[in-house]
């Protein structure tokens, strides 16, 4: 079953965190944190290997997708780090238009290379979602701005199934294969690090404990009114604590 991704802007409403889409400006925080108690903790950061709920709220923040789920009882596809999209008349290829001068956390683009890299990495590492996008023959990233899917087969699921939070999110290849180590693709320094370019960072995580989440400061949507300047996800090891909160 797929689920849709979705923000901690929608999680955490009432906490007035707001997250509008024009041109970024300097994170000021509201108050200093928002701590939220969480009953379950996943396994993994690595949107490549992760496939459950646990790190829902983390992925869906720290990560952006090409395409996004909107809505609650009438749920359509909107853009996200893709503009606008086209399917081929035998439904084999699919064309994504990209955002321009979207960047990672770590200061690189997020172009066409990366989307590829993203993509192709999910299915050498046969890990987590990658059932889900087998029907993917390869990737072409012809200039910066345009990616090429390549299908096997005509799959009419496959646009929505670049809106799970699992598998599709984008990752920086830089920091990626910084972090490689003996051809893993950098999936053990994935396991506790982000390397995505969505408007929270992963600043630590303590297993067991908590994950804590800053903004970033150069998201592409941008910055403005008012918002928590730290989110803290964490884990009460008591039940009776975690109804408490």
């Known amino acids: 079953m797929k689920l849709n991704r979705f923000r901690l802007v929608g999680l955490l409403a009432a906490a007035a965190l707001i997250v509008p889409a024009h041109v970024p400006a300097p994170v000021r925080a509201a108050s200093p944190n928002l701590v939220i108690d969480i009953a379950y903790q996943g396994t993994t950061l690595d949107?490549?290997?992760?496939?459950?709920?646990?790190?829902?709220?983390?992925?869906?923040?720290?990560?952006?997708?090409?395409?996004?789920?909107?809505?609650?009882?009438?749920?359509?596809?909107?853009?996200?780090?893709?503009t606008s999209w086209k399917e081929s008349a035998d439904g084999k290829t699919w064309t994504f238009t990209l955002r321009s001068g979207v960047k990672f956390h770590d200061g690189n683009p997020v172009d066409a290379a990366a989307v590829k890299f993203s993509f192709d990495r999910l299915l050498k590492l046969k890990m987590g979602a990658v059932g889900d996008f087998l029907e993917i023959s390869s990737v072409d990233a012809p200039n910066p701005t345009t990616v090429v899917f390549h299908l096997s087969t005509a799959y009419s699921g496959f646009l929505p199934s670049l809106t799970t939070l699992w598998g599709p999110d984008i990752v920086s290849p830089k920091t990626v294969l910084a972090h490689q180590v003996k051809g893993d693709l950098g999936s053990a320094w994935m396991n506790d690090h982000d390397a995505g370019s969505g408007p929270w960072m992963v600043q630590q995580w303590v297993r067991g404990q908590q994950i804590v989440l800053v903004p970033f400061p150069g998201y592409w949507k941008g910055w403005s009114g008012r918002h928590v300047g730290e989110v803290v996800l964490q884990w009460p090891a008591a039940s009776s604590t975690q109804r408490q909160g």
Do not use: C, E, W
């Not at 646990?54 to 997708?65: E, P, R, S």
């Open 47 to 82: 949107p490549a290997q992760d496939y459950d709920t646990g790190m829902a709220t983390v992925l869906g923040n720290v990560y952006d997708g090409l395409v996004r789920a909107s809505g609650t009882t009438s749920v359509k596809i909107v853009p996200d780090l893709a």
